[in-house]
C-alpha cells in the first residue's frame, strides 16, 4: 500500500488557484493535532502568497484582530509575494469602517467638544468634524505621500490604468490624427500622452482613494449598515460609530472579504494584476483564544448570510470551536479509514451540491507532515510572468503598430508600408530605391558631398516614388526622369560658386499612396530651418497628392510640380487652389480643349468626328483616389463634347467590358482618359471586338508607356493610337539645356529616362534657383526665410522676361493664388508601324494677364 499523501500537498491543492474559475475554500479545523501543527501546514506557503497569523492573545476585539489582519499595517496587506513584482491586497473598505469605529473613543473626542461624543449622526457639527478627518485620512494627497505600502499601492494603480488606456488612448489619437493634418506626426503620441495621462489620474482617485470600491457600502447584503443613497460619508462615518459593536463585527469581517475578492477578481476585459495571483490567500488561527474564535463565528455568520466566496483558505488549531454550521465528513464506508484528501474531496461535492459549507473537520491523527515535502510551487511565478508578459504586450504593441515602422526596419523620419520604406531620408540603403534609379541618386549623394559649405545652403526636397510594392514599374521611368532633371540643375548652378542646392529625398512610395506621410516628414525636416527652399515633384495626380499639398502649404512651402496636370490637384481649401503650388505643365482643362480641336478637324484617315461617335473611357477607383481622369474627361463639360457618352471602370475585366460596350453602340473614337497601366488592354479589345475603323485618342499620361510598348514591340499588331504629349518626342536636343541634361544622363549611365520629366523638373529647379538670385540681389541676412521669399519671388518669375528652359520659354502669372507655368505646349501624335507621327501642336497661355482662363490654339500638320 503506498503512503499517505503528505497533508501540506493537499494544502497546497487548495491553494493553487485554477485559471479561470475560482472555486470555494473551506475552513480546516484541525482537533487533536498537536500544537503548531496548523503553522506547520501553512510555513512552507507564507512567502509565496497573501499570509496572516496572529498572535495568540495578542488581541482584545475583533476590530483589533481585523485591524492586525488588514488594517494599515496588516499582516495580509504588507506581505508582498515575492519574485512575481504583484502588489499585496488592499483593503480600502476594511480601513474605513476600522476608522470609523475608532472614532467612536474618548481618546479621538476633540479638545473643548461642546456636544457628546460620539456625536449624533444628524449632528452637523459632528459631521463637520468629521468630514476634515476623512480628508486627513483618505483624501489623495495622504494614500500618495503615506506609508511606503501604499506609495507601492498609488504606482500598481498607476501601471495598472496605463496598461489599459495607453493602448487604447494610442489608437484613439492615431484615428483622431488621421483628419488633422496641422500637426506634426509626434501628434498622435502626444494627444495619446494626454488621454492615457487623464484616464490614469482618473483611475488613481478611483482607487487608490478607495472610491471605486465606496458604493459597495450603498449595495452591500446587511441593509441596516448600508449607506444611505446620498447620505455623506461623513454622517454615514457618524452612524457606523453609533452601531452596536456586533454588528461592526460583521461588517468588519464582510468588508475584509470583499476586499480580498476585489484583490483576486478577474476584471472582465481589462487587465488587472489579480489575473496574475496564482495563490489563495492563507489564514492561520487558534481557536484556543476566544477572539479568534469569535471571529470564525463571525466568519461563518457572513459566509451564510452573504454567500460570497472569499479567496482565503483558513486553518484552525486547539479545541475546536462551538457555533459553526459546517457539516463533519460522512464516516468512511466498512470503517474504512479516510484521507485528508479524501475528506477535501468530499467537502468539494458538498459545496457544489448544496452551496457554501465552511467547516472541514480534520483529526490530528489524519495529519502527516512528511520531511521530504517541497512545495512546487513554480507554476505559480511562471503564470505571474505571463501575466506581466501579456501586460506588456498590450502596453507596447498598439503604439508599436502605429509608430514602429519608425523605429524598426527604417531610418528616423521614414515607416514601413507595402513593403517599402517611405518618408524621409537621406540614406539610400535605408529607402532601398528601385535600381533604375539608383545611378541618377548615387550621382546626387556626390554632388551633395561636394557642396561649398563656405556657402549657403539652400535645401530642395524631391517628392515622388522611389520604390515600388509590385513589379510593375510604369512610375520609375517618370521618377528617373525628375530626378535626372533635379540633379542636372544643382549640379550646373553649384558649379557657380555661390549659394549651394542640396536635394533630399522624400520616397512616396507605389502609386504616391504616402505623399502626406512624406510631406509630413518635410515639413517636420523644415521647422525652424530657414534654409529650405521648397519642394518638387508631386507629379501624379491624386488625392495623396492633394493631401501633402495641403500640409505643405500650411508650412508656407513652395511646390513646384512637374506632370500633375490636374485642375483640381491644389484646391485642397473649400475648392480653393494652394497660393504654394507651382504647376510646370499644361493643365488638363488645356489638354480637354486640344482633344475638342483635334476631334472637331478630324483624327488621322477621318474627318470631324460627331460627339455622339466619341466615348470617353474614365478610370473611376474604388476609393476615389485617382483624379487625373476624371479631371480631363470633365475638362469636355462645357464643350461640344460634352454630349458624349461616358464610361466608367475600375479594373481591367470592367474597362475590357465598357469598350466592348461602347464600339458595339456605335462609337468611332474611344477617348481613353485613364493611366498607362491599362493601355495594353484598350488596344487589345479595340483590336479584337471593334470595328477597324475605330480609333483610340489618349491623354499625355500614356506618352512614356507608348514609347515602351513601341521600343520592346509589346504591342502585337501595333494598332493607331493617337495621344497628347506634353513634349516633343521627336527632339532629343532641342536646345541647349535639353542637351546639358541628356549629357548628364548618358555620364551617369542612367537606364530608362523620361524626357518630360527631365525637363519639367529642370524648369522647376530652375525656377527655384531663379528666384534665389532675387533674394540674393536684395542683400538678404540669415535669418530671412528661403521658402516663403522663393514663394513670393516666383509669382510673375519672368513676366519681365521669360525663363529659358528645357520645356521651352516660361514665366508665372502674378496671380496670387493659381501658378502654372505658361506658355506650354500640347504636340498632337499618331502611332504608325514606324513609331510616333506628328500631327500638330498646340500652345497654351493665358487670354490676358491675371485671366485665369487659358487660350489654346492648335495647328495640324
Given at each position: 500500500m503506498p503512503p499517505e499523501q503528505d497533508t501540506r500537498e493537499v494544502v497546497e491543492g487548495l491553494l493553487l488557484r485554477p485559471l479561470?474559475?475560482?472555486?470555494?475554500?473551506?475552513?480546516?479545523?484541525?482537533?487533536?493535532?498537536?500544537?503548531?501543527?496548523?503553522?506547520?501546514?501553512?510555513?512552507?506557503?507564507?512567502?509565496?502568497?497573501?499570509?496572516?497569523?496572529?498572535?495568540?492573545?495578542?488581541?482584545?476585539?475583533?476590530?483589533?484582530?481585523?485591524?492586525?489582519?488588514?488594517?494599515?499595517k496588516g499582516a495580509l496587506g504588507n506581505n508582498q509575494v515575492g519574485n512575481t513584482l504583484l502588489p499585496a491586497p488592499r483593503f480600502p473598505l476594511t480601513e474605513f469602517v476600522l476608522w470609523a469605529w475608532a472614532q467612536r473613543l474618548d481618546t479621538a473626542k476633540p479638545e473643548n467638544w461642546p456636544e457628546q461624543w460620539p456625536p449624533d449622526h444628524d449632528s452637523r457639527l459632528g459631521q463637520e468634524e468629521l468630514r476634515h478627518r476623512i480628508g486627513a485620512r483618505f483624501g489623495v494627497r495622504q494614500s500618495l505621500q503615506s506609508d511606503?505600502?501604499?506609495?507601492?499601492?498609488?504606482?500598481?494603480?498607476?501601471?495598472?490604468?496605463?496598461?489599459?488606456?495607453?493602448?487604447?488612448?494610442?489608437?484613439?489619437?492615431?484615428?483622431?490624427?488621421?483628419?488633422?493634418?496641422?500637426?506634426?506626426?509626434?501628434?498622435?503620441?502626444?494627444?495619446?500622452?494626454?488621454?492615457?495621462?487623464?484616464?490614469?489620474?482618473?483611475?488613481?482617485?478611483?482607487?487608490?482613494?478607495?472610491?471605486?470600491?465606496?458604493?459597495?457600502?450603498?449595495?452591500?447584503?446587511?441593509?441596516?449598515?448600508?449607506?444611505?443613497?446620498?447620505?455623506?460619508?461623513?454622517?454615514?462615518?457618524?452612524r457606523l460609530m453609533e452601531m452596536p459593536e456586533p454588528e461592526i463585527e460583521r461588517l468588519l469581517v464582510y468588508a475584509m472579504l470583499e476586499d480580498l475578492r476585489q484583490a483576486y477578481r478577474k476584471w472582465p476585459r481589462i487587465p488587472w494584476p489579480s489575473w496574475g495571483r496564482g495563490l489563495y490567500a492563507l489564514l492561520v488561527l487558534n481557536a484556543g483564544d476566544p477572539h479568534h474564535a469569535r471571529f470564525l463565528q463571525v466568519l461563518e455568520k457572513v459566509l451564510?448570510?452573504?454567500?460570497?466566496?472569499?479567496?482565503?483558505?483558513?486553518?484552525?488549531?486547539?479545541?475546536?470551536p462551538s457555533g459553526l454550521v459546517g457539516l463533519p465528513g460522512p464516516p468512511a464506508a466498512g470503517g474504512e479509514r479516510r484521507t485528508v484528501a479524501d475528506e477535501v474531496e468530499d467537502w468539494r461535492s458538498r459545496v457544489a451540491l448544496r452551496g457554501p459549507e465552511p467547516r472541514l473537520r480534520?483529526?490530528?491523527?489524519?495529519?502527516?507532515?512528511?520531511?521530504?515535502?517541497?512545495?512546487?510551487?513554480?507554476?505559480?511565478?511562471?503564470?505571474?510572468?505571463?501575466?506581466?508578459?501579456?501586460?506588456?504586450?498590450?502596453?507596447?504593441?498598439?503604439?508599436?503598430?502605429?509608430?514602429?515602422?519608425?523605429?524598426?526596419?527604417?531610418?528616423?523620419?521614414?515607416?514601413?508600408?507595402?513593403?517599402?520604406?517611405?518618408?524621409?531620408?537621406?540614406?539610400?540603403?535605408?529607402?532601398?530605391?528601385?535600381?533604375?534609379?539608383?545611378?541618377?541618386?548615387?550621382?546626387?549623394?556626390?554632388?551633395?558631398?561636394?557642396?561649398?559649405?563656405?556657402?549657403r545652403v539652400i535645401t530642395v526636397f524631391y517628392l515622388g516614388p522611389l520604390t515600388t510594392s509590385h513589379p510593375a514599374e510604369d512610375q520609375m521611368a517618370g521618377s528617373a526622369g525628375e530626378l535626372a532633371g533635379i540633379a542636372a540643375r544643382q549640379g550646373a548652378y553649384n558649379r557657380l560658386g555661390s549659394w549651394q542646392i542640396k536635394v533630399e529625398l522624400a520616397n512616396t512610395g507605389q502609386d504616391y499612396r504616402h505623399a502626406e506621410f512624406a510631406a509630413r516628414m518635410i515639413r517636420q525636416r523644415s521647422a525652424g530651418d530657414p534654409d529650405v527652399g521648397g519642394v518638387i515633384g508631386l507629379a501624379w495626380s491624386r488625392s495623396e497628392t492633394q493631401d501633402a499639398i495641403r500640409v505643405l502649404g500650411d508650412a508656407h512651402i513652395p511646390m513646384l510640380s512637374t506632370t500633375n496636370s490636374a485642375d483640381m490637384t491644389p484646391l485642397v481649401y473649400n475648392d480653393s487652389p494652394s497660393p504654394y503650388f507651382f504647376r510646370m505643365s499644361a493643365p488638363n482643362s488645356a489638354q480637354a480643349r486640344a482633344f475638342e480641336l483635334w476631334l472637331q478637324h478630324g483624327l488621322p484617315g477621318g474627318g470631324p468626328v460627331d460627339p455622339k461617335r466619341v466615348a470617353v473611357l474614365v478610370e473611376a477607383d474604388a476609393d476615389k483616389r485617382e483624379l487625373y481622369s476624371r479631371d480631363l474627361a470633365a475638362g469636355l463639360g462645357d464643350g461640344p463634347y460634352a454630349s458624349s457618352p461616358t464610361y466608367e471602370f475600375a479594373d481591367l475585366d470592367e474597362l475590357a467590358g465598357k469598350v466592348e460596350l461602347a464600339c458595339?453602340?456605335?462609337?468611332?473614337?474611344?477617348?481613353?482618359?485613364?493611366?498607362?497601366?491599362?493601355?495594353?488592354?484598350?488596344?487589345?479589345?479595340?483590336?479584337?471586338?471593334?470595328?477597324?475603323?475605330?480609333?483610340?485618342?489618349?491623354?499625355?499620361?500614356?506618352?512614356?508607356?507608348?514609347?515602351?510598348?513601341?521600343?520592346?514591340?509589346?504591342?502585337?499588331?501595333?494598332?493607331?493610337?493617337?495621344?497628347?504629349?506634353?513634349?516633343?518626342?521627336?527632339?532629343?536636343?532641342?536646345?541647349?539645356?535639353?542637351?546639358?541634361?541628356?549629357?548628364?544622363?548618358?555620364?551617369?549611365?542612367?537606364?530608362?529616362?523620361?524626357?518630360?520629366?527631365?525637363?519639367?523638373?529642370?524648369?522647376?529647379?530652375?525656377?527655384?534657383?531663379?528666384?534665389?538670385?532675387?533674394?540674393?540681389?536684395s542683400d538678404v541676412d540669415e535669418s530671412v526665410n528661403i521658402a516663403e521669399s522663393v514663394?513670393?519671388?516666383?509669382?510673375?518669375?519672368?513676366?519681365?522676361?521669360?525663363?529659358?528652359?528645357?520645356?521651352?520659354?516660361?514665366?508665372?502669372?502674378e496671380d496670387a493664388e493659381t501658378h502654372s507655368a505658361l506658355p506650354r505646349g500640347l504636340w498632337l501624335f499618331s502611332t504608325d508601324s514606324n513609331g510616333p507621327v506628328p500631327q500638330g501642336a498646340c500652345t497654351v497661355d493665358e487670354k490676358a494677364p491675371g485671366d485665369a482662363a487659358l487660350e489654346v490654339k492648335c495647328s495640324f500638320g
Amino acid at each position: 500500500m503506498p503512503p499517505e499523501q503528505d497533508t501540506r500537498e493537499v494544502v497546497e491543492g487548495l491553494l493553487l488557484r485554477p485559471l479561470w474559475r475560482d472555486l470555494p475554500l473551506p475552513v480546516l479545523v484541525l482537533t487533536g493535532a498537536p500544537a503548531g501543527t496548523a503553522e506547520q501546514l501553512a510555513e512552507r506557503f507564507s512567502g509565496h502568497l497573501p499570509y496572516a497569523k496572529p498572535l495568540e492573545g495578542a488581541c482584545g476585539s475583533i476590530a483589533e484582530l481585523v485591524d492586525a489582519l488588514a488594517g494599515p499595517k496588516g499582516a495580509l496587506g504588507n506581505n508582498q509575494v515575492g519574485n512575481t513584482l504583484l502588489p499585496a491586497p488592499r483593503f480600502p473598505l476594511t480601513e474605513f469602517v476600522l476608522w470609523a469605529w475608532a472614532q467612536r473613543l474618548d481618546t479621538a473626542k476633540p479638545e473643548n467638544w461642546p456636544e457628546q461624543w460620539p456625536p449624533d449622526h444628524d449632528s452637523r457639527l459632528g459631521q463637520e468634524e468629521l468630514r476634515h478627518r476623512i480628508g486627513a485620512r483618505f483624501g489623495v494627497r495622504q494614500s500618495l505621500q503615506s506609508d511606503s505600502r501604499k506609495r507601492w499601492a498609488a504606482g500598481d494603480f498607476l501601471v495598472r490604468a496605463a496598461i489599459f488606456f495607453v493602448p487604447i488612448a494610442t489608437v484613439l489619437a492615431w484615428w483622431l490624427d488621421a483628419g488633422i493634418t496641422d500637426l506634426i506626426p509626434l501628434a498622435p503620441g502626444l494627444l495619446a500622452l494626454l488621454l492615457g495621462a487623464g484616464a490614469i489620474g482618473l483611475q488613481a482617485v478611483r482607487f487608490i482613494r478607495g472610491s471605486a470600491f465606496s458604493r459597495w457600502f450603498r449595495r452591500h447584503r446587511y441593509e441596516e449598515l448600508r449607506r444611505a443613497v446620498g447620505e455623506s460619508r461623513a454622517r454615514y462615518a457618524l452612524r457606523l460609530m453609533e452601531m452596536p459593536e456586533p454588528e461592526i463585527e460583521r461588517l468588519l469581517v464582510y468588508a475584509m472579504l470583499e476586499d480580498l475578492r476585489q484583490a483576486y477578481r478577474k476584471w472582465p476585459r481589462i487587465p488587472w494584476p489579480s489575473w496574475g495571483r496564482g495563490l489563495y490567500a492563507l489564514l492561520v488561527l487558534n481557536a484556543g483564544d476566544p477572539h479568534h474564535a469569535r471571529f470564525l463565528q463571525v466568519l461563518e455568520k457572513v459566509l451564510y448570510d452573504t454567500g460570497i466566496v472569499p479567496p482565503l483558505l483558513l486553518i484552525v488549531e486547539g479545541p475546536e470551536p462551538s457555533g459553526l454550521v459546517g457539516l463533519p465528513g460522512p464516516p468512511a464506508a466498512g470503517g474504512e479509514r479516510r484521507t485528508v484528501a479524501d475528506e477535501v474531496e468530499d467537502w468539494r461535492s458538498r459545496v457544489a451540491l448544496r452551496g457554501p459549507e465552511p467547516r472541514l473537520r480534520l483529526a490530528g491523527d489524519r495529519v502527516k507532515l512528511r520531511d521530504g515535502y517541497r512545495a512546487r510551487l513554480g507554476r505559480v511565478k511562471v503564470r505571474a510572468v505571463g501575466y506581466w508578459l501579456v501586460m506588456l504586450a498590450l502596453l507596447v504593441a498598439p503604439p508599436m503598430v502605429v509608430y514602429g515602422s519608425n523605429w524598426f526596419g527604417c531610418g528616423p523620419g521614414m515607416m514601413w508600408a507595402d513593403q517599402q520604406c517611405v518618408g524621409l531620408s537621406d540614406d539610400l540603403a535605408e529607402i532601398d530605391p528601385n535600381p533604375a534609379l539608383r545611378p541618377i541618386l548615387e550621382q546626387i549623394k556626390q554632388q551633395n558631398a561636394d557642396i561649398d559649405t563656405k556657402q549657403r545652403v539652400i535645401t530642395v526636397f524631391y517628392l515622388g516614388p522611389l520604390t515600388t510594392s509590385h513589379p510593375a514599374e510604369d512610375q520609375m521611368a517618370g521618377s528617373a526622369g525628375e530626378l535626372a532633371g533635379i540633379a542636372a540643375r544643382q549640379g550646373a548652378y553649384n558649379r557657380l560658386g555661390s549659394w549651394q542646392i542640396k536635394v533630399e529625398l522624400a520616397n512616396t512610395g507605389q502609386d504616391y499612396r504616402h505623399a502626406e506621410f512624406a510631406a509630413r516628414m518635410i515639413r517636420q525636416r523644415s521647422a525652424g530651418d530657414p534654409d529650405v527652399g521648397g519642394v518638387i515633384g508631386l507629379a501624379w495626380s491624386r488625392s495623396e497628392t492633394q493631401d501633402a499639398i495641403r500640409v505643405l502649404g500650411d508650412a508656407h512651402i513652395p511646390m513646384l510640380s512637374t506632370t500633375n496636370s490636374a485642375d483640381m490637384t491644389p484646391l485642397v481649401y473649400n475648392d480653393s487652389p494652394s497660393p504654394y503650388f507651382f504647376r510646370m505643365s499644361a493643365p488638363n482643362s488645356a489638354q480637354a480643349r486640344a482633344f475638342e480641336l483635334w476631334l472637331q478637324h478630324g483624327l488621322p484617315g477621318g474627318g470631324p468626328v460627331d460627339p455622339k461617335r466619341v466615348a470617353v473611357l474614365v478610370e473611376a477607383d474604388a476609393d476615389k483616389r485617382e483624379l487625373y481622369s476624371r479631371d480631363l474627361a470633365a475638362g469636355l463639360g462645357d464643350g461640344p463634347y460634352a454630349s458624349s457618352p461616358t464610361y466608367e471602370f475600375a479594373d481591367l475585366d470592367e474597362l475590357a467590358g465598357k469598350v466592348e460596350l461602347a464600339c458595339q453602340k456605335g462609337a468611332e473614337v474611344l477617348l481613353y482618359t485613364g493611366r498607362a497601366t491599362f493601355l495594353n488592354t484598350v488596344a487589345d479589345i479595340r483590336e479584337h471586338q471593334c470595328a477597324g475603323t475605330v480609333r483610340v485618342l489618349a491623354g499625355d499620361d500614356v506618352t512614356d508607356k507608348l514609347v515602351e510598348l513601341l521600343a520592346t514591340k509589346g504591342f502585337v499588331n501595333k494598332p493607331a493610337i493617337s495621344f497628347v504629349a506634353l513634349n516633343d518626342m521627336r527632339q532629343v536636343q532641342g536646345n541647349r539645356t535639353q542637351a546639358e541634361i541628356e549629357n548628364w544622363i548618358k555620364d551617369v549611365k542612367a537606364g530608362s529616362v523620361s524626357r518630360v520629366h527631365a525637363w519639367m523638373s529642370y524648369d522647376a529647379l530652375l525656377a527655384v534657383t531663379s528666384a534665389i538670385n532675387k533674394i540674393k540681389a536684395s542683400d538678404v541676412d540669415e535669418s530671412v526665410n528661403i521658402a516663403e521669399s522663393v514663394a513670393y519671388n516666383l509669382r510673375g518669375l519672368g513676366v519681365d522676361g521669360p525663363i529659358q528652359g528645357a520645356s521651352g520659354k516660361f514665366y508665372f502669372s502674378e496671380d496670387a493664388e493659381t501658378h502654372s507655368a505658361l506658355p506650354r505646349g500640347l504636340w498632337l501624335f499618331s502611332t504608325d508601324s514606324n513609331g510616333p507621327v506628328p500631327q500638330g501642336a498646340c500652345t497654351v497661355d493665358e487670354k490676358a494677364p491675371g485671366d485665369a482662363a487659358l487660350e489654346v490654339k492648335c495647328s495640324f500638320g
